[in-house]
């Protein structure tokens, strides 16, 4: 193959996925592998062996190699290194120097969220902007934050940390981050089942929710699009918090355009529509009229970012 | 004189401040006049007659001017067009081409905000920093953020926009900006005397400022420090309110410092204390520990920054 090519990496609690990437955005092949988390040294070996290994399968000659974007769960500072991952464990070296010595390729890093960002803004429907804000809805709410094409990573990587923005002073559960009223309590997947929980309980209102026993995120969706209405009341409840984040987050940036991504995003255009309405609701004149998109690369967006970093 | 300089100039609703400064940073003459506000072209003339007054006075050779920097009281696109001015009237301009053709010079411009970000991080309290927040404490509140040495414009030049975070949502009162609950309705020194007066009508409790005909931010900070009760409760109402605003920039771009300006702040580190208190208590572990300072450059603030964007 006499292209150039980049690899991008995107490291999570349960699979790392891979992919090599032409310099124009083509995916040339993608592939995951279970994360062996118990410590990051077998992790990061793991990734050398895959790229050496998809290498030679595909005739890539390591001169043709531009480098390495890795996404990881957790804070990246600017010059490599994690801070403490939550969800995987160890943390506190330098990733992008470690990856490097097992490669001999240059490497860059950054968060999860943010790479997503970054793939969505390269390739995907954040495409042709330069200010862009990326919030995925999962077990979790993540964020990423792309000025002048370029992520924002912030003083201690901790910049685009959407989901604990702070939105309802009256909440009396905590969340995960020992915070009360944090978005994620609302927009995440587990979020929005609490939500409809709540209001199930607080209500007399018929609902087909009551029929089930395990709700899901997905059921709450499925029946507020077909008229009930406490779970329609769950999801506005949800967009509207996620609306007023979104709203202190172009306050703050005067952003291009919003990107939701995310499992909890297959729901479709009933969370943008909303979302765009409370943040409209909560934005000064010259800041309405904002894009709200659907994220379309779906689990690849944090490959194409990880080779967005390494080009930029 | 043969070293280089810049000029910094700070386009306000009354007056226009200008400085001279060298490249390193030093205020070498400053001074300040009317703003002709009846049309731009009255204002910028004057602007161009005073650098070349200026210059001839100080003897110094055009070619030694590396440019001019120019804050205006409005939102400033990244390519110089200002669009409508609020406090000043007009817009819908290109400033730094226009200001270019009348001086032969060149010229950037920002929000004054903006500005006044940038200024106290060249040589204020922001000395040191490369992210950095500026809020303004005045008759509105205002906001600059500097990220990575730079001042964020973002796309509409409405980054940084402070003093329009939505922060409480019992709000019943209506902001200039048209919508209910925005944080200068509390930091601003007319929100501040807004929250002294409705304590006082809700409570019964004695305070020194009944006995004030006039109530101004000042008095109110005054009898807080003297241990007045009500008067604390309004300081400690409107620092929680900018404290979460703060904790929202903070999740949002996690910047190094907080550096708070403008009239109000002359009250000195009561508000820093308490303002920190509440930003610490909205955010993650991460984002705690960050600065809380005070601007020291006053009404300089500005010119600096005009001086500081020329050099970026």
Redesign the interface.
């Given at each position: 193959m006499m292209n150039k090519v980049c690899f991008g990496v995107d490291i999570g609690g349960t699979a790392i996925k891979m992919g090599v990437f032409s310099l124009d955005g083509e995916l040339l092949s993608k592939w995951e592998f279970p994360t062996r988390r118990e410590n990051k040294d077998l992790y990061l070996q793991d990734i050398a062996n895959e790229i050496k290994q998809k290498s030679t399968e595909l005739k890539i000659d390591e001169n043709d190699i531009i480098g390495v974007g890795v996404g990881i769960p957790g804070?990246v500072k600017e010059d490599g290194s994690v801070?403490e991952l939550a969800n995987l464990g160890g943390g506190n070296f330098n990733i992008e120097q470690e990856l490097s010595k097992l490669t001999g390729l240059k490497v860059k890093a950054g968060n999860d969220a943010n790479m997503a960002a970054l793939g969505e803004l390269w390739q995907g429907s954040g495409k042709g902007y330069r200010?862009l804000v990326f919030v995925t809805l999962g077990t979790g709410v993540g964020g990423g934050?792309v000025?002048n094409g370029n992520m924002?990573?912030?003083?201690?990587?901790?910049?685009?940390?959407?989901g604990?923005?702070?939105v309802n002073?009256e909440e009396t559960d905590t969340c995960g981050?020992?915070?009360k009223g944090c978005l994620e309590q609302y927009a995440s997947a587990t979020g929005i089942v609490r939500i409809a929980k709540r209001l199930l309980q607080e209500s007399q209102e018929e609902s087909t929710l009551r029929t089930i026993e395990n709700i899901t995120a997905k059921d709450i969706f499925d029946a507020a699009k077909a008229g009930d209405v406490i779970a329609y009341a769950t999801v506005e409840q949800a967009c509207k918090y996620l609306g007023?984040a979104m709203?202190?987050?172009g306050?703050?940036?005067?952003?291009?355009a919003f990107v939701i991504g995310g499992g909890v995003s297959k729901a479709g255009t009933i969370i943008t529509d909303l979302v765009q309405k409370y943040y409209e609701?909560?934005?000064?004149?010259?800041?309405k009229k904002?894009e709200f998109k659907l994220a379309i690369l779906g689990n690849d967006a944090g490959i194409y970012g990880g080779a967005r970093l390494i080009l930029a």
């Amino acid at each position: 193959m006499m292209n150039k090519v980049c690899f991008g990496v995107d490291i999570g609690g349960t699979a790392i996925k891979m992919g090599v990437f032409s310099l124009d955005g083509e995916l040339l092949s993608k592939w995951e592998f279970p994360t062996r988390r118990e410590n990051k040294d077998l992790y990061l070996q793991d990734i050398a062996n895959e790229i050496k290994q998809k290498s030679t399968e595909l005739k890539i000659d390591e001169n043709d190699i531009i480098g390495v974007g890795v996404g990881i769960p957790g804070p990246v500072k600017e010059d490599g290194s994690v801070l403490e991952l939550a969800n995987l464990g160890g943390g506190n070296f330098n990733i992008e120097q470690e990856l490097s010595k097992l490669t001999g390729l240059k490497v860059k890093a950054g968060n999860d969220a943010n790479m997503a960002a970054l793939g969505e803004l390269w390739q995907g429907s954040g495409k042709g902007y330069r200010h862009l804000v990326f919030v995925t809805l999962g077990t979790g709410v993540g964020g990423g934050i792309v000025l002048n094409g370029n992520m924002l990573a912030g003083t201690n990587g901790a910049a685009g940390e959407i989901g604990h923005i702070y939105v309802n002073e009256e909440e009396t559960d905590t969340c995960g981050c020992g915070k009360k009223g944090c978005l994620e309590q609302y927009a995440s997947a587990t979020g929005i089942v609490r939500i409809a929980k709540r209001l199930l309980q607080e209500s007399q209102e018929e609902s087909t929710l009551r029929t089930i026993e395990n709700i899901t995120a997905k059921d709450i969706f499925d029946a507020a699009k077909a008229g009930d209405v406490i779970a329609y009341a769950t999801v506005e409840q949800a967009c509207k918090y996620l609306g007023i984040a979104m709203a202190h987050v172009g306050q703050i940036i005067d952003p291009q355009a919003f990107v939701i991504g995310g499992g909890v995003s297959k729901a479709g255009t009933i969370i943008t529509d909303l979302v765009q309405k409370y943040y409209e609701m909560n934005v000064m004149e010259s800041l309405k009229k904002r894009e709200f998109k659907l994220a379309i690369l779906g689990n690849d967006a944090g490959i194409y970012g990880g080779a967005r970093l390494i080009l930029a």
